[in-house]
């Protein structure tokens, strides 16, 4: 049985103050004891990674950064290392942001890199991967999914370092979601894409999001595609509530 997680990505928001969402969520969680059936993620910027693992210390709900420097250390200003992420109590960081991928230009070679990076660090990587809305409508979505993954998955990947999460860019914060049977479509081709080119072991076993406009209304829906393992949620996370209805699929 592969246990599901939903993961928050909270994305350039969130100040000291955002303290009080995080005290809601985990008293919303303890409450509920929802984190028997899926387990629950927050990746907050970097300046709240700190802040949050404190609270979070005795709670279920684990702490990831939103990216990393493929360097451990040195003269890259303003970069944080995976080290870094995993020095003030990340246990996961995401790579492949499509946010990433057009603010900063990376390509799959730089999320290779910064995926070997999380693992040299003991992080778990989330690694996105997803297609543009012309290459959806161009019939290139399985295509550029197929590139992504073979370019940026490096080797050594298990179920235990590797979650992926499929993101259709224009589905992400526009309210807009592929249809269940396109969903499936694509989570099934990165199931076997997982067996055939890592192993039958790990690939069966490796976890793959769904991201795009989860919110409490149509999570449940979507969490029960073939191959769904959870959800990669950016604005529905930020508030606690809805953030709860989301993990509230799962019970
Ligand atoms: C995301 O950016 O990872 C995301 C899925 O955003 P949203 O849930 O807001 O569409």
Redesign the pocket.
């Known amino acids: 049985m592969i246990k599901p997680i939903v993961a928050g990505?909270w994305?350039m928001n969130g100040v000291s103050q955002s303290v009080t969402e995080i005290n809601t969520l985990k008293a919303n969680i303890t409450e509920n004891d929802q984190s028997n059936n899926c387990e629950i993620l927050i990746c907050p910027p970097a300046t709240l990674i700190t802040a949050f693992a404190h609270i979070l210390s005795n709670s279920p709900i684990e702490i990831g950064g939103q990216t990393c420097h493929h360097a451990e250390k040195g003269a890259h200003t303003g970069d944080i290392s995976a080290e870094m992420i995993k020095d003030c109590g990340a246990k996961y960081v995401i790579t492949g942001?499509s946010?990433r991928r057009m603010d900063h230009g990376e390509m799959d070679r730089d999320i290779a890199l910064k995926t070997e990076a999380g693992w040299r660090a003991g992080l778990k990587v989330i690694l996105c991967v997803g297609e543009l809305l012309g290459e959806r409508k161009a019939d290139l979505t399985l295509k550029v999914i197929e590139r992504q993954l073979k370019n940026s998955i490096p080797d050594g990947a298990t179920a235990e370092n590797l979650i992926i999460a499929y993101?259709p860019v224009w589905?992400?914060?526009?309210g807009l979601t592929p249809t269940t049977e396109d969903i499936a479509k694509v989570h099934d081709f990165i199931r076997k894409f997982l067996i055939e080119n890592i192993s039958a072991e790990e690939g069966k076993k490796i976890r793959i999001l769904y991201?795009?406009?989860?919110k409490p209304a149509n999570a449940k829906e979507l969490m029960a595609v073939s191959n769904v393992n959870g959800a990669?949620?950016?604005?529905?996370s930020l508030k606690a509530e809805d953030f709860t209805g989301i993990i509230a699929a799962y019970q």
């Open positions: 990505n994305k942001h946010e993101e589905a992400i914060g526009t991201g795009g406009s989860v990669l949620v950016g604005g529905a």
